[in-house]
């Protein structure tokens, strides 16, 4: 049972970001550290891609590990009211994710994804690197 009143709950929710979240900010500044060059949020690509390198054709995406459901993470639980709901909302989610990573593909855009949970390690610099540039930094 959820301890919060339904206004209050609505309220929490209503303050979830979707741009210029933590880990996106932590991928922002480790690729401009590289000396990479790109787009925010472009409007004109499906899916609104979080990060944008035109000149390569890249659409980088930082998910949350919660909200798009990274296998096997222990950030990726399940909430335990609600569940209906909740399994709509995850497997709906993925679903989109699906069809956005195909409509990129078929428009000629390679699709890179960061989970949440990389943005923590150490190497990111290096993973960036490996997805953007091709080689290791």
């Not at 922002?28 to 944008?52: M, N, Y």
């Not at 949970?117 to 960036?128: K, N, V």
Request: positive net charge; proline residues 4%; hydrophobic residues 40%.
């Amino acid at each position: 049972m959820d301890i919060l009143t339904r206004g209050q709950r609505s309220s929490v929710m209503s303050r979830i970001k979707g741009r210029d979240t933590g880990p996106e900010m932590l991928v922002r500044r480790a690729a401009h550290a590289l000396g990479l060059r790109f787009r925010l949020h472009a409007a004109k690509l499906p899916g609104r891609p979080d990060l944008v390198f035109a000149s390569r054709k890249i659409a980088l995406f930082v998910h949350g590990c919660f909200w798009h459901r990274h296998e096997n993470c222990r950030l990726a639980y399940s909430p335990k009211s609600n569940k209906e709901f909740w399994a709509r909302k995850f497997s709906r989610n993925v679903e989109r994710d699906g069809e956005v990573t195909a409509a990129l593909r078929s428009a000629g855009w390679r699709t890179a994804v960061i989970w949440e949970c990389e943005t923590r390690q150490q190497d990111l610099a290096d993973r960036i690197g490996r997805l953007i540039i091709g080689t290791p930094q």
